[in-house]
């Protein structure tokens, strides 16, 4: 689940692709309409007009870009970049490549207006206002909210534009292709998830002698102990049992039970006994090991991956991470087709 802040970032940025890849400069070559212009405000403006047969115009002073006869300006661009004080520190080549993806986030958010016009799409502004005080109060109120929209570089006039467009943007998408997470897919990702689980879920069984040495201990008296249980594991295998050598040989609290430890989570036990055990496998028993309460032998009977023990939960996360996963590849999949689609032609110093 995305962050409130995560969500009011990408909103302001307009769910922009990672890079700064230049768009594809595309003028129409044949007599046709040009489609009528998209306001500052996102509404339609000014009249079709004639493109002559095999002419690209130059692009006006001023303007970076056209898309489908939409400008966008240098003058917006400046205003974008006054916003990020860092760009004044950085050298031309970094800052000419702030303007280049904020060129890219100009020109999706035109493709976006023609779309949801085209559409006739738009949200209302009940529904805005709902949304907008939804994530004010899950962000922690109005000064962590505006907070929010310092570190996205925007302004609530243009955040509430972009939230617009992107919550209608989801409904066209969810009109087009809906999301669906079917359980086949959640089941085969579950098994992926179980088959990987992270390493503070394992759980370890096993059996210990434990030699006790003193910190303070004389080093001839801590080697003693660990030769000791090395003589000791040499034996194990010639006929003398591990339970038989936690008998006569462990100074450990639980020899009465044969030096059996259940089902204990790796994160409880010393680092270096989570180590050897991990490497372990089931029967093996492990070289002398050193640990805080003086050295130890270690044998696995068993290890597992703790169970989430209500994964009906589990699986519900994992179904909305899925269903957000296929949102974000929806809409960079229509994004890159619009993008391939449209008239743009690019200034000069931006191809």
Request: glycine share 6%.
């Amino acid at each position: 689940m995305r962050s409130t802040l995560a969500l009011i970032i990408l909103a302001a940025a307009l769910l922009l692709l990672p890079g700064c890849r230049k768009p594809v400069t595309k003028a129409k070559t044949q007599a046709q309409e040009a489609p009528a212009e998209v306001s500052s405000g996102g509404g339609l403006r000014g009249e079709p007009e004639m493109v002559p047969q095999g002419e690209v115009p130059a692009l006006p002073d001023g303007v970076a870009a056209m898309v489908e006869g939409n400008p966008v300006t240098e003058a917006r661009l400046d205003e974008l970049l006054a916003r990020r004080p860092q760009a004044a520190k950085l050298d031309p080549s970094a800052r000419d490549r702030i303007r280049g993806k904020l060129l890219q986030r100009e020109i999706d958010a035109v493709l976006q207006r023609l779309a949801l016009a085209k559409a006739g799409l738009e949200i209302t502004m009940d529904e805005l206002d709902a949304e907008v005080a939804k994530q004010t109060a899950e962000q922690g109120g109005p000064e962590k909210f505006q907070a929010g929209l310092d570190g996205a570089f925007t302004n609530i006039s243009e955040y509430r534009e972009a939230l617009a467009r992107q919550l209608a943007m989801n409904r066209l998408l969810d009109q087009q292709s809906p999301v669906l997470v079917t359980d086949e897919d959640l089941e085969k990702a579950f098994k992926v998830r179980r088959r990987f689980p992270s390493s503070r879920t394992l759980e370890f069984k096993y059996s210990l002698i434990l030699r006790r040495v003193a910190q303070d201990a004389a080093p001839e008296i801590v080697e003693a102990q660990r030769k000791h249980l090395e003589e000791l594991r040499g034996r194990i295998p010639g006929g003398l049992t591990f339970e038989e050598a936690v008998t006569k040989h462990s100074q450990h609290f639980n020899k009465e039970k044969a030096g059996l430890v259940d089902f204990t989570p790796a994160a409880s036990v010393e680092p270096a006994v989570s180590k050897t055990l991990a490497r372990l496998k089931p029967g093996e028993v492990s070289e002398p090991l050193r640990v805080n309460d003086g050295w130890m032998l270690l044998r696995l009977e068993a290890k597992r991956h703790a169970v989430d023990p209500d994964s009906q939960k589990q699986k519900e996360r994992l179904r909305t991470q899925l269903s957000e996963s296929k949102k974000t590849q929806r809409y960079e999949k229509f994004m890159r087709q619009a993008r391939e689609q449209a008239a743009i032609q690019l200034a000069p110093i931006y191809e």
